[in-house]
């Protein structure tokens, strides 16, 4: 059956860069929103990257530790309030700087850590250090990925994070993304939360905006920044190829309301979801054979690489590769 989250971001202004006690003002308000974020029952909330330290003369200097002012007001009020929070941090360790997001638990504890793996020139200039991994955490409610800002033009850390089964992946930035976030869904198989200063995005697994919130839509309003979608994680995207019969197959055997199904013919893709109570949408994957959009584009890449290196191997007189009776041609 579905696996919902309610996954909230929170878009909102920096203040003046000279503003006395900025930091804590900042961070103050930070907490109100996870305030808001929790009053909307949501399990996790997310904020736009370095936005503790963001837009100000030596933001990229703001540098702290793990137990430093921004990761411990943030785990107080994750505790508090029962949710995860998404911290993008510059973070201080053993002397190098990162970019980072930071995972803290309902309990207030680090989840996990994820480093920019593609600071920008501007980035490496001021001495930020990038990262090299792209890990995926378990959650109650799912397995989450996150990337920051520039990361989303490199293949390689999308690649990173389908391979390591992300369903949903936290992208702080200082830019909206645009298509590129649903070029990411569909190519990996994975839910997308968006989050920079002026826009939330939510956008699902087939690469289709489930939702958009711009800041100014809300300001003359004096509503929360604070948006709020529910996502099911439990949603796969499939390629209509070798799957159809099995599909049939499943049908006949659970009953015709099983699973959502949904094919989006354009894109010759495929949602699916399971409906069987108890089993979910992995498990009946499992069970009759069904293949995933991303593993599907996996294995043709494996058949693709031992039919070139099939290919490249000596033909002999016989037409074989491989030796025959020693004679070659």
């Known amino acids: 059956m579905g696996r919902f989250a309610n996954i909230s971001l929170v878009n909102f202004p920096t203040l003046p860069a000279d503003e006395p006690g900025r930091l804590q003002k900042t961070l103050d308000r930070m907490c109100g929103y996870v305030v808001d974020a929790a009053q909307e029952q949501s399990d996790l909330v997310a904020f736009p990257e370095i936005c503790n330290c963001l837009d100000t003369a030596d933001q990229w200097n703001a540098a702290e530790a793990l137990d430093g002012p921004t990761i411990a007001a943030l785990s107080q ?3 508090r309030h029962e949710l995860y929070v998404v911290a993008p941090l510059l973070l201080d360790d053993a002397g190098r700087r990162y970019n980072c997001a930071v995972l803290i638990g309902r309990h207030g504890e680090i989840v996990g850590i994820y480093r920019k793996n593609f600071p920008t020139h501007g980035e490496l200039a001021n001495g930020i250090t990038p990262g090299v991994e792209t890990p995926v955490f378990e959650t109650d409610f799912g397995r989450v990925g996150l ?3 520039f990361d989303l ?3 390689e850390v999308g690649a990173g994070l389908c391979q390591n089964r992300a369903e949903l992946v936290i992208w702080p930035s200082m830019w909206a993304g645009g298509r590129m976030l649903s070029k990411w869904a569909m190519e990996f198989g994975f839910n997308m939360a968006a989050v920079w200063k002026e826009q939330s995005t939510f956008v699902d697994v087939a690469g289709r905006e489930i939702l958009a919130v711009k800041r100014e839509a809300r300001d003359r ?3 929360s920044p604070v948006v709020t979608a529910r996502i099911d994680l439990d949603r796969r995207l499939l390629h209509p190829d070798y799957n159809l019969e099995n599909l049939k197959a499943l049908f006949e055997h659970y009953g015709p309301t099983a699973a959502f199904t949904e094919w989006l013919k354009q894109d010759c893709h495929l949602i699916f979801g399971s409906q ?3 089993a979910s949408s992995d498990q ?5 054979g069904l293949e995933t959009m991303r593993d599907y584009l996996a294995r043709v890449r494996r058949d693709r690489k031992a039919a070139l290196a099939a290919a490249a191997e000596p033909v002999y007189a016989n037409g074989q590769a491989g030796a025959q009776d020693g004679e070659r041609i």
């Open 77 to 79: 009020a994750a505790r």
């Open 147 to 149: 990337c920051i800002c």
């Open 153 to 155: 033009n490199y293949w």
């Open 221 to 223: 309003t004096g509503r």
């Open 276 to 278: 069987v109570p108890g």
């Open 284 to 288: 009946l994957i499992e069970e009759f």
